[in-house]
């Protein structure tokens, strides 16, 4: 009696690992080209673009999320020692510039592995009414400030930090700012480039603040490479999609080098 219960509950054990295998089968699809194949889920929206040696694939395309995996194949084929000098210099150069910027916090800045292979991954957090602030911040200082009116201007703050807590809590300084720009007078294509995206980054904050004065991203890049087979990975999301990032961990966990296999 008690062998019979033992292989019963053996049998039983066996249904549940394939019906669970069925379900994860039914949630998942596997994309494979002859660079590499991951997992993603079967009610993702997956576009590939693609040239004579270059892919970019898309994921679940909208205004507030973003990710991207790049595959390019190298044509000349450096050793492993160059290929990682190269993307730490990539990388590094984001980072230093996270560094630089008021708006925008360092989560991680580390080495990492995918499909087994060498990775560097940089993470970063941005705020992005106080980021698109800075920007404008930074349009006004080196690309229009040889006009005595943005001088003036931008002399009412103390520095970068000061005009981002300004303009954030007193947006009509930003009414102010567009009646100066509106009375410029630019002659060069490169001053009216200028005014024109300073008036987009004006609409673009006025919206944000209206919007939400405290939107958090979280944004991540992950570079590898394998033989030569490189592999950008590029995410961005509002800080509560917790849901997709948790996704985008296991995809990206599953992704393996097609040339593992052969």
Not at 78 to 103: F, H, M, P, Q, V
Not at 120 to 127: A, G, H, M, R
Request: proline share 1%; aromatic share 10%; charged share 30%.
């Amino acid at each position: 009696m008690g062998k019979k219960i033992m292989i019963l509950i053996a049998i039983f054990m066996v249904l549940i690992v394939i019906t669970a295998c069925s379900v994860n089968e039914e949630e998942h699809n596997e994309y494979a080209d002859e660079y590499i194949n991951f997992n993603y889920p079967a009610d993702w929206d997956l576009r590939v673009n693609e040239s004579q040696n270059y892919k970019q694939i898309f994921f679940e395309e909208n205004a507030d999320f973003h990710f991207v995996v790049e595959v390019e194949e190298i044509k000349e084929v450096k050793n492993n020692d160059k290929l990682r000098e190269k993307i730490e210099k990539e990388l590094s150069g984001g980072y230093k510039l996270a560094e630089e910027t008021i708006s925008i916090g360092i989560i991680s800045y580390k080495e990492t592995s995918i499909g087994g292979e060498w990775a560097k991954e940089l993470s970063l957090e941005i705020n992005l009414v106080n980021n698109e602030i800075e920007q404008l911040y930074g349009l006004l200082d080196r690309g229009l400030l040889h006009f005595n009116e943005i001088k003036a201007y931008l002399e009412e703050y103390t520095g970068v930090e000061d005009f981002i807590n300004e303009i954030k809590y007193n947006p009509e300084k930003l009414v102010e700012l567009k009646a100066i720009l509106s009375i410029l007078e630019v002659d060069s294509e490169k001053e009216k480039s200028h005014t024109m995206f300073a008036n987009a980054m004006i609409n673009n904050i006025n919206h944000f603040i209206r919007e939400d004065n405290s939107s958090i991203y979280r944004q991540y890049s992950i570079i590898s490479h394998k033989e030569n087979v490189r592999l950008n990975i590029f995410f961005q999301s509002h800080e509560e999609d917790i849901k997709r990032k948790g996704i985008i961990k296991q995809i990206v966990e599953s992704i393996t080098f097609t040339n593992d296999d052969k």
